[in-house]
């Protein structure tokens, strides 16, 4: 299973993108207290758009509790990581993989961080940006990981489209 975790995210847009990611990618989504939020602001089900009541989550009060209901392949992904996202090996579908990332001011405390520094990680980038936005490496890295997985469960054509609006033939 492939789990995505917010740790004290602070910014309601990038989670309901987050949120709507997740739903798109059967992927679950961990948010470790505290928020810069509350889960039922407008900004949330904006960016979520009305996709949240299909959300699979769940809410945590701390780090450690998180880590206590959680076991699987932990990766971290922040600016101090050396090696790329995509230098991992996600391709087993049985293990359960928690991606996850820090607040968007200060990242992922670096106690947390030494814990387990073979799987500290960044997206690669020019040095002319410190960070990309929080959403964004979110869906970067589940994709990445989807990809090696070969999308599991996942649709390769639009279910609701027009089936006469283009013919191939």
């Known amino acids: ?9 602070e910014i309601p847009g990038n989670t ?3 949120m709507r990611t997740c739903v798109a990618t059967n992927t679950k989504l961990h948010l470790i207290e505290p928020l810069g939020f509350s889960l039922d602001e407008s900004k ?12 699979d989550y769940e809410v945590y009060k701390n780090f450690d509790e998180f880590k206590s209901k959680n076991k699987g392949t932990y990766y971290y992904f ?7 996202h995509t230098s991992f090996d996600y391709s ?13 001011s200060t990242g992922i405390p670096k106690e947390i961080l030494r814990q387990d520094l073979d799987h ?12 990309l ?10 994709y990445e990981v ?18 006469d609006f283009i013919n191939l033939d």
Not at 98 to 104: A, C, Q, R
Not at 133 to 142: D, G, Q
């Open 133 to 142: 936005n929080l959403s964004n490496c979110a869906a970067i890295v589940v």
């Open 78 to 84: 922040t600016r101090y990581g050396h090696k790329p």
């Open 146 to 163: 989807l990809r090696q997985q070969n999308y599991p469960n996942l649709l390769f054509e639009e279910p609701h489209k027009d089936k």
């Open 44 to 55: 949330i089900r904006r960016s979520g758009v009305n996709y949240i009541d299909k959300l």
């Open 1 to 9: 299973m492939i789990n995505i975790v917010l740790y004290e995210p």
């Open 92 to 104: 087993n579908q049985d293990e359960n993989i928690y991606l996850i990332f820090g607040k968007e």
């Open 120 to 131: 500290c990680m960044r997206i690669p980038m020019t040095s002319n940006v410190r960070a």
């Open 16 to 18: 309901g993108n987050i």
